[in-house]
């Protein structure tokens, strides 16, 4: 041990030193590996090869209930209303248009439950799998009653009491606040339904159903103290205890057809590169350019409109219609009576798209991806043998599970940074059949030998290189938003070709200026997690992180929403996202 610490204390020549022990080391450890790979190949039997195999199944259905909240006061209420314009049932119509129709033969199902002083089924589970259900559905929905106080308990047991075992289950409430049974609730009739609830969240728990929960805030709930102090904590425990549920918080109804395209994204297990255009339509319309990577399965284009009689329309590079280039197209809404619109297309071919929105009015486009499945190399026992079937791989157990909240008093808050929802793994792994194994004649031993020799020495080589100290970097890429340009005209800025230890941006003269700007916010590098590397983010007030001041540094995740006032921008980093996702699944699946 003291030896150690004494080579780690060392002046710079020494440490040299060190650097030229450890090649040698890995010179030995190659020449050694290298005579270990030689020793197997030549009294190991030959074997055949087998030729790759393909999973190529869909996920299980899902079953999907949405409670939205209809109470009084989410409608016009002396100008205090949470949701007078119905963007709610939007942002709804938006997640069952997604739901399926990219997986049109997956029988998902979805219901919707109108919460008030009574739960009310106002769709009962219903196939998602053609244009007239959900046609159906939504003419359901459209016309939401006043429903006069809030009973969320009612709501939970009768969406449960619907949902059959299933392999994919999920509940998403949508609240401006807390349960009302009364003007004055009794402190005791309080901590009755607060016990209530979390026996509920317990029963979902076990239950293996994960309880997604939005909190549509505004003044009113901001100035309403039980809110802070008793219902929001409860909220982030309930939703935490039936993983993978989340707590989200949107600040304006507005918010709300990202959050539950977050919230679809997670249920498919689709990734998103993140919204690719928000904007305000000018009179001569607007385009901006999609690009596709080789190797995808699926392309999916998520679309929210202002205005129903917007039209959007694809073209390839050339400036062909892309539906006359013989890909497969699938789409919900876009007939000119709905704001939402899903496009689906099957095995895009690589290169560029140009997307077209006519129509004055917003629009908001998200870009989802479904990459093409990789081969999973397979072998059998000898040349000799016939084919024999590799077993399945099955869909991973839900782990049990134990809610974290146990009855109590009225809960005390306790400060929780808002979660941003990344894309995650999908609730379920699918379970996949195997394509039978082809059998090749034995081979000599003697290339595999060099082969393996050569690849290990690569390796090895590729490893010193790796491992050696370099400082760490600002990563990922900045998307300016609403309109917004650097002072040579750019809207998206590659933060890795910089190559800074910190970033400092916003308000000049800062590192990248933003022209209109208030406030400065700066970025730098975390720690490590798997092969990509955390940012942080620190700024000042009035500077917000997705939606929210930020007091303290934190986490930058992918898509997050960078706000200086009157400038916007969109943080993206696919690897980090990917990393995320890996570091998520790890602790459902061992943790």
Same mark, same amino acid.
């Given at each position: ?9 060392? +002046? ?19 020449? /050694? ?14 074997? &055949? ?25 989410? $409608? ?7 949701? +007078? ?21 997956? =029988?998902?199902?979805? !219901? ?25 559905? $939504? &003419? ?6 006043? /429903? ?30 807390? +349960? ?30 994960? /309880? ?35 707590? $989200? ?16 994204? &997670? ?14 339509? =000018? ?49 919900? !809404? ?82 929780? +940074? ?9 609730? $379920?792994?699918?379970? &996949? ?8 004649? =034995? ?37 300016? /938003? ?56 620190? !700024? ?52």
């Amino acid at each position: 041990m003291k030896r150690i610490k004494g080579i780690l204390r060392s +002046p710079p020549s020494r440490r040299r030193g060190c650097r030229g022990c450890r090649t040698g080391c890995f010179l030995l450890f190659l020449l /050694l590996a290298a005579l270990i790979c030689g020793v197997i190949f030549l009294f190991l039997p030959q074997t &055949a090869r087998a030729a790759p195999e393909f999973q190529t199944d869909s996920p299980p259905p899902a079953h999907v209930f949405l409670l939205i909240d209809n109470s009084n006061s989410m $409608f016009e209420k002396g100008g205090i209303g949470s949701d +007078p314009a119905l963007l709610r049932i939007d942002a709804a119509r938006l997640f069952l248009a997604y739901l399926g129709v990219d997986e049109p033969d997956t =029988p998902h199902q979805a !219901g919707v439950i109108f919460v008030g002083s009574q739960a009310e089924t106002a769709v009962p589970l219903t196939l998602l799998t053609t244009d007239q259900q959900r046609a159906q559905l $939504f &003419a359901q929905i459209a016309d939401p009653p006043r /429903l006069g106080w809030t009973d969320h308990l009612a709501a939970l047991e009768l969406a449960q009491s619907q949902l059959s075992a299933s392999p994919r289950t999920a509940i998403i409430l949508l609240t401006d606040g807390k +349960p009302e049974w009364a003007n004055a609730p009794t402190k005791a009739e309080q901590i009755a339904y607060v016990s209530a609830l979390q026996t509920k969240s317990a029963e979902l728990a076990q239950a293996g159903i994960p /309880l997604f929960i939005i909190l549509l805030a505004n003044q009113a709930t901001d100035d309403d103290p039980d809110i802070a102090a008793i219902w929001q904590p409860l909220w982030r425990q309930m939703s935490a205890a039936t993983p993978p549920g989340r707590f $989200f918080i949107a600040r304006a109804a507005a918010d709300l057809p990202g959050i539950y395209h977050d919230i679809v994204i &997670a249920l498919t297990g689709n990734e998103t590169v993140g919204i690719i255009l928000d904007t305000a339509v =000018p009179a001569n319309g607007s385009q901006t350019t999609i690009h596709i990577p080789p190797h995808l399965a699926r392309l999916t284009l998520v679309i929210s409109k202002s205005d129903p009689a917007q039209t959007i329309t694809l073209t390839t590079g050339d400036g062909r219609p892309l539906a006359d280039s013989g890909v497969t197209i699938r789409r919900a !809404g876009g007939d000119g009576r709905t704001r939402e619109e899903v496009w689906v297309i099957e095995q895009p071919p690589p290169g560029e798209l140009t997307l077209h929105v006519d129509g004055l009015g917003r629009v908001t486009i998200w870009q989802d991806i479904k990459p093409a499945p990789t081969p999973t190399p397979t072998s059998t026992p000898s040349s000799t043998s016939a084919p024999t079937a590799v077993p399945q791989k099955t869909a991973a157990a839900r782990p049990t599970v134990t809610a974290a909240i146990t009855p109590s008093p009225l809960l005390t808050p306790t400060p929780t +940074p808002q979660p941003t929802l990344t894309p995650s793994t999908p609730l $379920f792994a699918p379970a &996949a059949p195997v394509r039978p194994v082809e059998v090749t004649q =034995p081979q000599p031993r003697w290339p595999w030998l060099l082969t393996g020799a050569a690849g290990l020495g690569l390796a090895t080589g590729g490893l010193y290189w790796r491992c050696r100290p370099r400082p760490a970097t600002v990563t990922g890429a900045l998307r300016l /938003l609403d309109g917004a340009q650097t002072a040579d005209g750019r809207t998206l800025i590659d933060l890795d070709n910089l190559n800074q230890t910190t970033l400092t941006l916003g308000q000049p003269p800062a590192d990248i200026p933003l022209a209109g700007a208030g406030v400065q916010a700066v970025i730098r590098p975390g720690a490590m997690l798997a092969d990509a590397r955390e940012m942080l983010i620190s !700024g000042h007030s009035p500077f917000r992180l997705n939606h929210t001041p930020l007091t303290h540094e934190t986490r930058l995740t992918d898509t997050a929403i960078l706000d200086f006032g009157s400038v916007r921008a969109q943080y993206e980093n696919l690897r980090l996202r990917r990393a995320e996702r890996e570091a998520r699944f790890s602790e459902q699946e061992y943790g």
